[in-house]
């Protein structure tokens, strides 16, 4: 089984900071999924790749795939970033299944 | 109206009853699947299914049972409700296409067993 491990747990940024999260994984995968979880419990898919980056307004997600790598960025960050984001894969062509991070609680203090 | 909505959003309830969270889908997707959520950990797969005739078990199914009664829905049962099943509940769904497809979830459901 893939073992997904997110940086950092915890996460307290001011008003208009540039953020970082991480999201490194055990194995090989086929697709890498970035979501957020709203304060109130809702998810929310932000990204899906396999290579590179892809960006979607102040939000950029990168992999590297060699290093078995992710990071999400968040540009000018706002206290509605504040939400926790999980990283999720799938490992192996074909495969259905999400291995699941444990999750980054972002907070963004005005 | 969301896509994926499940019912109900919170319920309490004792040791021992028999529980259903239920969940119906507009997005017209083949794929639905249960996962539950543990503070502190990842979401986990409880079951899946690919069409109404296609049901798996995920990596925690014991103690869980699941029917599909239409492509659009889908619904999870505790067919004897203990404790450590507290925790929050999730369905989603996602269209063919293996692991490039975004899945979408619903709002989640609480669930206490006292």
């Known amino acids: 089984k893939n073992e997904v491990e997110q940086s950092p747990q915890n996460l307290t940024a001011q008003e208009g900071e540039f953020i970082t999260i991480n999201c490194s994984y055990s194995v090989g995968i086929s697709a890498l999924h970035w979501l957020q979880q709203h304060p109130g419990g809702g998810i929310v898919s932000l990204f899906m790749?396999?290579?590179g980056k892809k960006k979607h307004g102040r939000l950029i997600a990168t992999i590297n795939i060699q290093e078995k790598h992710s990071s999400l960025h968040i540009t000018a960050s706002h206290p509605r970033d504040s939400a926790v984001y999980i990283c999720a894969v799938n490992s192996g062509a074909g495969s259905y299944q999400l291995t699941f991070g444990k999750g980054t609680k972002l907070s963004v203090i005005p | 109206d969301a896509d994926v909505t499940q019912t109900p959003r919170n319920r309490i309830t004792k040791t021992g009853k028999r529980i259903m969270l239920e969940c119906s889908q507009t997005k017209g997707h083949d794929r639905m699947y249960w996962y539950r959520q543990d503070p502190g950990l990842g979401l986990q797969l409880i079951y899946y299914s690919f069409d109404v005739k296609d049901i798996n078990k995920g990596e925690i199914s014991d103690g869980y049972s699941v029917s599909r009664q239409a492509q659009a829905k889908f619904s999870l049962s505790l067919e004897s409700a203990i404790p450590n099943q507290t925790a929050l509940y999730f369905c989603?769904?996602?269209?063919?296409?293996?692991?490039?497809?975004?899945?979408?979830f619903g709002d989640g459901t609480r669930l206490s067993i006292l």
């Open positions: 989603a769904t996602s269209p063919p296409g293996g692991s490039y497809q975004p899945q979408h």
């Open positions: 790749l396999s290579s």
